[in-house]
């Protein structure tokens, strides 16, 4: 297992989307929350143990609410922790949740954990990634998959969708790609309409915008394959090996960077591929 990069700032398009946020008040982005989660002012008074007054002027900015309040009502709408930072700066109030560099000290055991999870999953591959898909860890299985992608894809802290979409990446091998390609874009629209990064918009920007060349996998309509979920279907030293994967994150974090760790987990789709990764670990 190898730990690829650490820390808060280790990928430029981890969301840390600091603007004036505080200088606009918690009303205005109270609201948009509540309305992204499709909630009334009155279901969220009922569900905070409030009204829908004083909902109502909290939103319009005729009340403060109280730190404890403001931390309720982020509970209620799902608000990500960092963005529950965010309302609580909004309000007047210092921030609730830390945010960890992840080679601190304090975070030994987390590493340490997850890094016994990967690599107790092999021969299957697994990595874990931050908030702007920097893999931070990785295991052997992965390490299989990447094998001939480029040192400037790999270095100084890959990106998984880059490493998996980029022409010089693993996208000449997915021979599902338009499907995969498809699910991956879908996966950081989602991302990117809960976090409203600037950074995760331009990485989605980028990535999109690679090119997919005429004939690629994906072009010609496929027989129907019995999968129990779409599979990556990946080339590798001559065989076609298939993958559905599985992402987990940590519950009830309480720091920043816990909270925007994901790990990533591919299961062998089919008994074929499961020998063939048994066989390679000897």
């Known amino acids: 297992m190898t730990i690829v990069a650490t820390g808060p ?11 004036d946020k505080a200088d606009k008040g918690i009303g205005p982005l ?3 929350w509540r309305e992204r989660r499709r909630i009334s002012q009155l279901e969220l008074a009922l569900r905070a143990d409030s009204s829908a007054r004083h909902i109502s002027f909290i939103e319009t900015g005729r009340s403060r609410p109280s730190e404890e ?36 000290p304090a975070l030994d055991a987390l590493r340490d954990g997850m890094e016994r999870l990967i690599q107790g999953y092999e021969p299957y591959p697994a990595l874990v990634v931050d908030a702007g898909y920097t893999v931070v860890a990785a295991n052997r299985g992965i390490t299989m998959l990447l094998e001939g992608v480029p040192e400037k894809l790999l ?30 874009l879908a996966q950081m629209e989602r991302e990117i309409a809960l976090h409203r990064s600037d950074q995760l918009r331009a990485l989605y920007e980028e990535v999109a915008a690679y090119p997919v060349p005429e004939g690629a996998p994906g072009d010609e309509p ?8 779409l599979p990556m279907q990946i080339e590798h030293d001559g065989r076609i090996l298939s993958f559905v994967s599985s992402i987990s994150t ?19 789709a089919d008994p074929a591929t499961t020998k063939y990764l048994h066989t390679l670990a000897g």
């Open 9 to 19: 700032n280790a990928s430029a398009a981890t969301p840390v989307d600091r603007t």
């Open 30 to 32: 109270l609201r948009a």
């Open 69 to 104: 309040m403001v931390l309720r009502l982020a509970e209620h709408l799902d608000v990500p922790v960092r963005e529950r930072n965010a309302l609580l700066l909004a309000a007047g109030y210092a921030p609730h949740y830390p945010e960890t560099p992840l080679d601190d």
């Open 155 to 184: 270095t100084p802290a890959p990106n998984a969708m880059r490493l998996t979409l980029h022409p010089e990446g693993l996208a000449p091998r997915i021979r599902n790609l338009r499907e995969w390609r498809g699910h991956l």
């Open 222 to 229: 496929a027989e129907p394959v019995p999968y129990f979920a």
């Open 250 to 268: 940590f519950n009830t974090p309480m720091d920043v960077t816990v909270a925007e760790l994901a790990i990533e987990t591919f299961l062998p």
